[in-house]
């Protein structure tokens, strides 16, 4: 079992919908981070959150500790959202990757 | 600030040859990640460093992989006797301090292919 689960791996919306990936960890965390790897591969960092919620723009992201468990939203997705979403925790001085969600917006 | 800055950008090599990655960190950032992905595979951590020190070169392959990130210049990630399976995609990271709860900022990679 992997110690980063995300769901679902694929995802296609049209544009204008509300989206949610999920992703689920095994192990203790301080923080969570979730990633954005464009089509093109270039990959930028969006949020890092130990608790609660965090808001950037369109982008929400929650996490529960307790339950081991975060959530990326996206409201009102744009073509441009389209993109790799990857969940990352640390582990010792490392991280570890969750296998990614692909988003697709079509217009 | 120019943010990280991986080089080349695309890289051939033919099997047998090495094949030399460079990083540079942002500007006052001195630790470094490698980060190894697959086609069709999640990011999996290879190397970290700090300035002339190795700290966890846990996820690197004990033969052919080496990495270094000397006191002045780029992080370099070098690949001995290439083989096909080392194609791949080599993102490097940077941080200021290192602690796991500290964002990390990606390079754009550098996309390895053997032939």
């Known amino acids: 079992k992997n110690e980063v689960e995300q769901s679902p791996q694929n995802l296609t919306a049209q544009e204008g919908e509300f989206i949610t990936i999920n992703c689920s960890y095994s192990?203790?965390?301080?923080?969570l981070h979730w990633l954005q790897q464009h089509p093109g591969g270039g990959i930028v960092s969006l949020f890092m959150l130990s608790s609660g919620k965090k808001k950037h723009g369109r982008l929400i992201a929650t996490i529960n500790i307790q339950e081991k468990h975060s959530s990326l939203h996206i409201t009102a997705s744009h073509p441009r959202d389209s993109a790799v979403y990857i969940c990352a925790v640390p582990n010792t001085d490392k991280l570890i990757f969750g296998t990614g969600t692909r988003l697709q917006v079509f217009p | 600030n120019a943010g990280v800055m991986q080089n080349p950008r695309h890289l051939v090599r033919r099997r047998g040859q090495e094949a030399r990655l460079r990083c540079s960190p942002m500007?006052?950032?001195?630790?470094v990640y490698w980060y190894r992905q697959l086609p069709e595979e999640g990011l999996k951590f290879m190397v970290y460093l700090q300035k002339e020190n190795i700290i966890d070169e846990s996820g690197m392959p004990k033969e052919r992989f080496s990495a270094e990130f000397p006191k002045e210049g780029p992080s370099i990630l070098r690949i001995q006797q290439v083989v096909r399976g080392d194609s791949a995609a080599y993102f490097c990271?940077?941080?200021?301090?290192?602690?796991?709860?500290?964002?990390?900022?990606f390079g754009s990679g550098t996309q390895l292919s053997v032939l």
């Open positions: 192990v203790g965390i301080s923080a």
């Open positions: 990271a940077s941080s200021a301090q290192g602690a796991t709860n500290e964002k990390l900022f």
């Open positions: 500007k006052g950032h001195s630790h």
